[in-house]
């Protein structure tokens, strides 16, 4: 079982973006839940500011909890949080990527939040797929249409190995000063991913 929070920023549909299964407790960022009730999801939370009033009354039978909107988490930080308290270590955030800059900038370092307090914690967003991974190994399967690219989230990520893939690299370094490791593939059944200091932001995207 795992958390699945959905944000407000979404331009695809939920279920094309994450497949929800049974047992997954759902929590709704804010007014994201309009979308989920048009999709018939099953809503477990509703979480947020509202800052922007409330466009239509929250579900009968829902757990709501309002937040004071002068804060400094964000409403999917609020999310992740709330999810961590109640023991889900694993998280899939639904949207997030696609709006306002500063947003998505603030939902990748959720990220590396979660990645820090020990969760799997992953983005998506029908188009995109992100994630920051810690020092080791990583067998990541060949997504068909979508691009690889990895950057250091941080000064420097090293020993990077990357193999399966069309550009492979061997004890290489990366920084955060220059976009190297951008619009690779994965060109067999699975890439491999390694390195030994840093952290690895992993982002997959759909090809046009």
């Known amino acids: 079982m795992k958390a699945i929070i959905i944000t407000p920023c979404l331009k695809s549909k939920i279920k094309d973006a994450v497949a929800i299964e049974q047992g997954d407790f759902v929590i709704c960022a804010d007014t994201s839940f309009v979308k989920a009730k048009k999709e018939n999801i099953k809503i477990d939370l509703i979480i947020g500011d509202f800052d922007t009033g409330s466009p239509v009354p929250f579900p009968e039978g829902v757990d709501v909890i309002k937040i004071p909107i002068e804060k400094d988490d964000t409403d999917t930080m609020l999310a ?14 639904v949207g997030g990527l696609s709006g306002r800059l500063d947003h998505t900038y603030a939902n990748i370092q959720s990220l590396a939040y979660g990645v820090k307090n020990g969760l799997d914690i992953r983005i998506y967003d029908g188009d995109n797929e992100a994630f920051i991974m810690i020092p080791g190994r990583l067998h990541l399967p060949n997504k068909e249409g979508f691009s690889l690219s990895v950057f250091s989230y941080g000064e420097n990520v090293n020993g990077l190995s990357l193999d399966g893939v069309k550009y492979p690299v061997q004890g290489a370094s990366i920084t955060s000063f220059f976009p190297l490791g951008i619009s690779n593939s994965i060109i067999s059944k699975e890439a491999e991913i390694s390195f030994s200091e840093g952290l690895l932001l992993i982002i997959l995207s759909k090809l046009n």
């Open 80 to 93: 992740i949080k709330e999810a961590a308290r109640r023991g889900y270590s694993q998280i899939a955030v």
